[in-house]
């Protein structure tokens, strides 16, 4: 299981080690031996892979797109890529008062539980979604 990371933002400082941390303890707790790719963007470049891929011409905090399912084992196969706008985190931390490292962590957990099938269209898949996210958050250190 490999977390792969690219920085391609200057707003806000990647905490790498973290972040794979967390990933990998996902994946793990879902029994996945699977690669995941973590993308870290500004506010236009995300809304151009929104317009382009999901013809959502706004900024959003995250993207997941699902890869896996291809033939071969799991291990070396690629779950999927998660695109995070750090830009969006940043703003969105200081509304709030918390670290900007946290909002991150928080967009890509969200992303992470997306590809491993978790949804948060009606209410009870958002408040499970959310307990998910809090679990993470706090097994992190970061709540």
């Known amino acids: 299981m490999t977390i792969q990371i690219a920085n391609l933002q200057h707003l806000a400082p990647i905490h790498r080690k973290t972040l794979r941390a967390i990933c990998k303890r996902l994946l793990r707790e879902h029994g996945?031996?699977?690669d995941l790719s973590l993308c870290y963007v500004d506010n236009d470049t995300i809304r151009q892979l929104n317009a382009q891929y999901l013809e959502r011409d706004e900024i959003t905090d995250v993207l997941a797109f699902p890869l896996g399912e291809g033939p071969g084992?799991?291990?070396d196969q690629l779950l999927g890529e998660i695109v995070v706008s750090a830009e969006k985190a940043v703003a969105e931390a200081a509304g709030r008062?918390?670290?900007v490292d946290a909002e991150i962590a928080l967009y890509t957990i969200h992303g992470a539980l997306h590809l491993l099938g978790y949804d948060d269209r009606t209410p009870a898949q958002k408040r499970e979604m959310r307990r998910r996210e809090r679990k993470a958050l706090t097994e992190a250190g970061l709540l």
Do not use: M, V
């Open 97 to 99: 008062r918390i670290p």
């Open 73 to 75: 084992p799991e291990e």
């Open 32 to 34: 996945k031996t699977a």
